[in-house]
């Protein structure tokens, strides 16, 4: 397993309640990459949120203002084997069909760069919210000449149609994937760009917003 003793007792998801809304904070940054471990927290936290009856709406986020998740360890994957490999891919996309199944209003904060599976993460989510002049948002590991592994094709297809998913994997227009949040990613890709305020006041806003579409939800449906 790759995990080590100081990563599996170091907190790398942040979580935390206000006013009905779960705030998950993805917390190793600068680049705020996920590890097996940040995972089975992440999961952890969605579990929480869940069944916390309290908890209406989930808001993801990432620590400091530069990333919101650049996607998977690189250092982590060049030191396993590929069967860790295969199992860490499989458990991260078993969370975010966790995320995305969620009975409750899932919101993705995006506080800075949403690039390759940072952007993954995000599309799992209901809605994304990006600070104005966050950063980039892309899926840029076609550049690499690999393909999305964690839903990002899917996904992307679904959130923006298909012409615009085709086009946005081709290297030309890669060079600018990674767009910037006030509108070059395809349309759909986030729904709304705010300005930029210190992140406690983003929260303020953000649980605004989720308090505002927590009785109209419609993706949603309430338990009886």
Do not use: W
Not at 154 to 165: D, E, I, S, T
Not at 169 to 194: D, F, H, K, N
Request: one cysteine or more.
């Amino acid at each position: 397993m790759a995990t080590t003793t100081a990563e599996a007792t170091k907190t790398l998801v942040n979580y935390r309640t206000d006013g009905g809304v779960a705030i998950i904070e993805m917390n190793d940054p600068p680049a705020n990459t996920y590890t097996y471990e940040m995972n089975r927290q992440l999961d952890e936290a969605i579990l929480k949120a869940r069944f916390d009856n309290d908890v209406h709406v989930l808001v993801l986020t990432g620590n400091g203002d530069k990333f919101f998740s650049a996607g998977a360890n690189i250092k982590m994957l060049a030191s396993v084997d590929p069967v860790f490999k295969y199992y860490f891919c499989l458990h991260a996309n078993e969370t975010l069909l966790r995320l995305e199944h969620t009975p409750k209003l899932v919101i993705a904060a995006l506080n800075g760069h949403t690039v390759g599976g940072g952007l993954e993460i995000a599309m799992a989510a209901d809605i994304r919210i990006a600070r104005r002049d966050a950063g980039k948002i892309g899926l840029p590991e076609v550049n690499l000449g690999v393909l999305p592994g964690t839903g990002g094709t899917q996904r992307l297809l679904r959130l923006v149609g298909k012409a615009a998913a085709i086009e946005s994997r081709y290297p030309r227009r890669q060079r600018g994937a990674a767009a910037s949040a006030l509108g070059s990613p395809p349309t759909g890709t986030v729904c709304r760009v705010i300005p930029h305020r210190h992140k406690a006041v983003e929260h303020r806003v953000l649980s605004a917003d989720a308090a505002n579409a927590m009785s109209c939800h419609p993706l949603r449906c309430p338990v009886p």
